[in-house]
T-cell receptor, first 115, second 115 residues
Framework: EAGVVQSPRYKIIEKKQPVAFWCNPISGHNTLYWYLQNLGQGPELLIRYENEEAVDDSQLPKDRFSAERLKGVDSTLKIQPAELGDSAVYLC?????????????FGPGTRLLVL | AQSVTQPDIHITVSEGASLELRCNYSYGATPYLFWYVQSPGQGLQLLLKYFSGDTLVQGIKGFEAEFKRSQSSFNLRKPSVHWSDAAEYFCAVGPFNFGNEKLTFGTGTRLTIIP
């Protein structure tokens, strides 16, 4: 079974430039998560989707971050414009939510460096 | 709100020695508990999980963890570590009910293995 796929794996951009990350979840998983992981820290939730609907985006900085999950499968996370402090790892995870005991599976992450 | 504490930032263990990584959580009800491992430059891999039932759970790579409600702990153990176990280990708690599906992670414990 294929795992969560993310691209690109690495991205270096200059500040004020836009950047986008893509995630393809595990087949059949209806819930998709984007997490931010700063150096030396655990992941923190940015946004959670159930199918096409963003059901928890309370931690997403909406002035510069946006996300979408068209057709309830793939998702894109965008930053525009990027700031130096956005340098971090962006992790995508997916799960099947339906039976109460939910396990999230993570992709390899996109490592962003903003110069 | 739930929280997770991993009191050891960095642990060094000799190859072949036993290992115990500590995890304490704060949550008002019975939590769902997880241990993930992250190798350098990689995403998070699920080691094991506890939802209910037997409080001693077995995971992959020879790891096990024990849920102790009285101590609000979910410590990870391995009887004999291998050099390939060197990585960052994250404990996470998630209630996954009543619409609150957020996974909360600890800050991680970095494991170094010496020959």
């Amino acid at each position: 079974e294929a795992g969560v796929v993310q691209s690109p794996r690495y991205k270096i951009i200059e500040k004020k430039q836009p950047v986008a990350f893509w995630c393809n979840p595990i087949s059949g998983h209806n819930t998709l998560y984007w997490y931010l992981q700063n150096l030396g820290q655990g992941p923190e939730l940015l946004i959670r989707y159930e199918n096409e609907e963003a059901v928890d985006d309370s931690q997403l900085p909406k002035d510069r971050f946006s996300a979408e999950r068209l057709k309830g499968v793939d998702s894109t996370l965008k930053i525009q414009p990027a700031e130096l402090g956005d340098s971090a790892v962006y992790l995508c995870a997916s799960s099947f939510r339906g039976g109460g005991e939910e396990t999230q599976y993570f992709g390899p992450g996109t490592r962003l460096l903003v110069l | 709100a739930q929280s997770v504490t991993q009191p050891d930032i960095h642990i060094t263990v000799s190859e072949g020695a036993s290992l115990e990584l500590r995890c304490n959580y704060s949550y008002g009800a019975t939590p769902y508990l997880f241990w993930y491992v992250q190798s350098p430059g990689q995403g998070l891999q699920l080691l094991l999980k506890y939802f209910s039932g037997d409080t001693l759970v077995q995971g992959i790579k020879g790891f096990e963890a024990e849920f102790k409600r009285s101590q609000s702990s979910f410590n990870l153990r391995k009887p004999s570590v291998h050099w390939s176990d060197a990585a960052e280990y994250f404990c996470a708690v998630g209630p996954f009910n009543f619409g609150n599906e957020k996974l909360t992670f600890g800050t991680g414990t970095r494991l170094t293995i010496i020959p």
